[in-house]
């Protein structure tokens, strides 16, 4: 004999459910999906990429018979310069196919059915992956600091700082992968285009304007060095000529090397995360799924 | 006086030039269990797609509970659950974590989450599986713990689409059984099959639906009663004037040739008009192969409105053309 149970629906009422707030949802959704991070591996996959850049970086140079820097912002710049690499599998793993694969495996139908708006679904997800790269992030740069603190005695402001920085590109990042994700069609493309434009599409961009004496200030890349930057004492600043490969045999090129300011790179880098998120929503309201 | 918890007009929804549903009209009353019934293709699973907003009204009217599918997305949404037709679980979720995802999103009371897990996990037979993930679960209760969520949170109206595909006789028993329970407990069901049993068995109205257009409605009953009381099926040397001679008996309202015969559909007893039908067509010396005699099922419905099995393909060529209402 089947049992049921009293209650009709949630509320007990028998007619309308009564949805939690947007918030709450949110709360649900960050839940879950940072539980599908750890389940698919990629958090694990990510921890394990950062412990092994930890071990290269720090067990390197002794066995090459090289001697650390005497100073802890000296020490962590080596750490920060690897910094944007892992933002860029971090963007790629946890947002480039964060919106695409709802859709492509039809995992959309898990979600899009309940009452629960568009708006509250990105949310989730994005905050799911921003937990997920920032506990990337702060491993990283937390162990690093430690190992400057143990080796170099002292303890590295600028490395805080450069990790603020990190977490605000990486912030960025992800929300130009949930763009790409919101648009693309498939999960392999969405990925594969989200590491693509920062590691090489961005760069190129950045590479060609600074051969045209123009500062590529408005490129989230250029504006993410600062994370490297900001950990050299004093900050380098304005634009430095140098000849190009050739050296001074005829017909040299006269290259210029910018360095972004902090307070420009900021804004850009808040203005792609702002810009890209809202533009992620647009396409993803407006997705729906095929038959 | 009757109250309309699904209204649909003249709905429309096409995929680039294809025409999955074209005008299509009908009622679903409160309290009972509707039935789309139809072919792979027919348009049934559009139609629930769009009902549950997974699609969007591109013509027509539609409206659920009230409220209009077109508008009112979200209210919709609170009103109704859903069991897809295609599989549409996550794989790195276990069982249990399926059921509580689908319970805390709707807001359900811990106390009545819990005990609605326990009891549904109990139905469809997963008690033993609620930490295993779904990816590792085999197709069967991959459907059954589908169903389990459709129904966690007890809506007005509950759309199933394909419901027991792939499901063994004993869990479909049992799964009619609970779809039986939580109708007479107030729940509207929307069922789309192809499984005639299914629908003969569960519906208080039936939809039959073709080339996305509704061809016949009514109930189970009424619909096998279009078909006469009785129907004789025959084998013979010579269908084509087999079927003559039976037409020009006054107890065979209809006589036709089918891929595999004749089929005559009588207006009276079948066993006191057998002798007579055998009779007339062995007088002419035409050979008797096979004979089958039985009351009209759905399927026989069904084959007569579409001229077509309900598992097949394209209409066959010959065959008489669809009756559109």
Redesign the interface.
């Known amino acids: 004999m089947?049992?049921?149970?009293e209650?009709?629906?949630?509320?007990g009422k028998?007619?309308?459910?009564?949805?939690?707030s947007d918030v709450?949802?949110i709360g649900?959704v960050v839940k879950?999906d940072f539980?599908?991070y750890l389940?698919?591996r990629r958090l694990v996959g990510m921890l394990a990429i950062v412990t092994l850049v930890l071990l290269l970086i720090t067990a390197l140079p002794p066995l090459l018979g090289n001697s650390y820097a005497d100073d802890a912002n000296e020490f962590i710049n080596t750490y920060a310069s690897f910094a944007s690499i892992l933002i860029i599998i971090g963007a790629t793993l946890f947002a480039g196919d964060a919106i695409v694969s709802e859709f492509q495996n039809?995992?959309g139908?898990?979600?899009?059915?309940?009452?629960?708006?568009r708006w509250v679904i990105l949310a989730g997800k994005f905050l799911a992956s921003m937990g997920a790269m920032f506990l990337v992030l702060l491993l990283y740069y937390g162990v690093a600091l430690l190992l400057g603190l143990a080796i170099t005695g002292s303890f590295s402001v600028l490395g805080v700082e450069s990790l603020l920085l990190a977490m605000l590109y990486a912030t960025a990042a992800l929300s130009v992968g949930f763009l790409i994700s919101s648009v693309m069609k498939g999960t392999t493309g969405a990925q594969i285009l989200t590491f693509a434009l920062f590691l090489f599409i961005f760069t190129i961009i950045t590479g060609v304007f600074t051969l045209s004496d123009v500062e590529p200030w408005f490129v989230v890349t250029y504006s993410g060095g600062t994370i490297n930057y900001i950990t050299q004492d004093p900050y380098p600043t304005g634009a430095a000529s140098g000849v190009g490969p050739g050296g001074l045999a005829p017909g040299a090129v006269e290259m210029t090397s910018y360095y972004p300011d902090i307070g420009v790179a900021i804004a850009v880098m808040a203005a792609y995360a702002l810009v890209s998120l809202v533009l992620a929503y647009y396409f993803f309201s407006r997705r729906?799924?095929?038959? | 006086m009757t109250n309309s918890i699904i209204e649909v007009k003249d709905l429309e929804h096409s995929f680039g030039d294809v025409k999955a549903v074209d005008k299509v009209s009908f009622t679903v009353e409160e309290g009972e269990i509707f039935s789309f019934l139809g072919p792979n293709g027919a348009g049934k699973s559009t139609t629930i797609n769009v009902l549950t907003t997974q699609l969007p009204c591109q013509a027509g009217t539609a409206r659920v509970c009230g409220f209009d599918v077109r508008t009112d997305r979200q209210s919709v949404k609170k009103s109704i659950g859903i069991v897809f037709q295609d599989e549409v679980l996550d794989r790195d979720m276990t069982v249990r974590e399926t059921l509580e995802f689908h319970g805390r999103i709707y807001s359900m009371p811990r106390s009545v989450r819990l005990a609605r897990e326990k009891e549904l996990l109990e139905l469809v037979e997963l008690e033993q599986k609620v930490d295993v993930r779904t990816k590792h679960l085999s197709g069967g209760m991959k459907r059954r713990l589908e169903i389990a969520r459709g129904l966690m949170t007890r809506p007005r109206v509950l759309f199933l689409d394909e419901p027991t595909i792939g499901l063994d006789p004993q869990t479909r028993l049992r799964i009619w059984d609970y779809i039986k329970s939580i109708n007479e407990e107030g729940t509207t069901i929307f069922l789309t099959t192809h499984y005639m049993d299914e629908a003969d068995r569960l519906s208080d109205r039936i939809e039959i639906i073709d080339h996305g257009k509704i061809i016949v409605s009514g109930t189970a009953e009424s619909l096998k009663n279009t078909l006469g009381k009785d129907m004789i099926y025959l084998e013979t040397e010579d269908d084509d004037k087999a079927v003559e001679i039976a037409r020009a008996i006054p107890e065979v309202f209809q006589a036709k040739r089918t891929s595999k015969g004749l089929e005559l559909i009588l207006n009276t007893d079948g066993s006191k008009v057998m002798p007579t039908v055998l009779r007339s067509i062995e007088d002419v010396g035409i050979e008797i192969l096979s004979v089958k005699m039985k009351k009209p099922s759905l399927d026989d419905v069904f084959v007569h409105y579409t001229g077509r099995e309900i598992r097949d393909g394209p209409a066959e060529n010959g065959l008489p053309k669809l009756r559109r209402r």
């Not at chain 1, 209650?7 to 509320?11: D, E, G, I, K």
């Not at chain 1, 729906?288 to 038959?291: I, K, N, Q």
């Open positions: 089947i049992h049921i149970s209650t009709v629906n949630p509320t028998k007619s309308v459910n009564v949805a939690p709450s949802q649900i879950y539980l599908k389940r698919s039809r995992t139908y898990l979600l899009f059915p309940k009452p629960v708006r729906e799924m095929s038959a």
